[in-house]
């Protein structure tokens, strides 16, 4: 079973960046679809990009799309989501999340969730 955490979340400010990181345990990283969602406070957790186990896809929520980068390297267990030109709409607890996968493909059900890196953007 994988084990996931997040860390490198902060307090920065709007049009500045921070790169998320999403650890993995286990020798079975590579075959696991990554994301990242998002929950801000009073809301609904809502996604935020995806990226194929072979790292040769992506697909993002359109409210992020051209400001964020979800990345992997199999290598490492890990899991990034570089994000520029920050918002105060981006302050949320950001989580990373795994799905087993079988095809390489995007669109997966993601049943495995780290505890949350909390960004907070001021105006």
């Known amino acids: 079973q994988v084990q996931l955490v997040e860390s490198g979340g902060g307090l920065v400010q709007a049009g500045g960046s921070l790169r998320l990181s999403c650890a993995a345990s286990?020798?079975?990283?590579?075959?696991?679809?990554m994301a990242w969602f998002r929950q801000a406070p009073g809301k609904e957790r809502e996604f935020v990009a995806e990226?194929?186990?072979?790292?040769?896809?992506?697909y993002y929520a359109d409210s992020v799309k051209g400001r964020f980068t979800i990345s992997r390297d199999n290598a490492k267990n890990t899991v990034y989501l570089q994000m520029n030109s920050l918002k105060p709409e981006d302050t949320a607890v950001y989580f990373c999340?795994?799905?087993?996968?079988?095809?390489?493909?995007?669109?997966?059900?993601?049943?495995?969730w780290g505890r949350g890196t909390q960004v907070t953007v001021s105006s």
């Open positions: 286990g020798r079975t990283f590579s075959s696991y679809a």
């Open positions: 999340a795994g799905g087993r996968s079988y095809s390489d493909s995007l669109g997966n059900q993601y049943n495995l």
């Open positions: 990226i194929t186990r072979s790292g040769g896809s992506t």
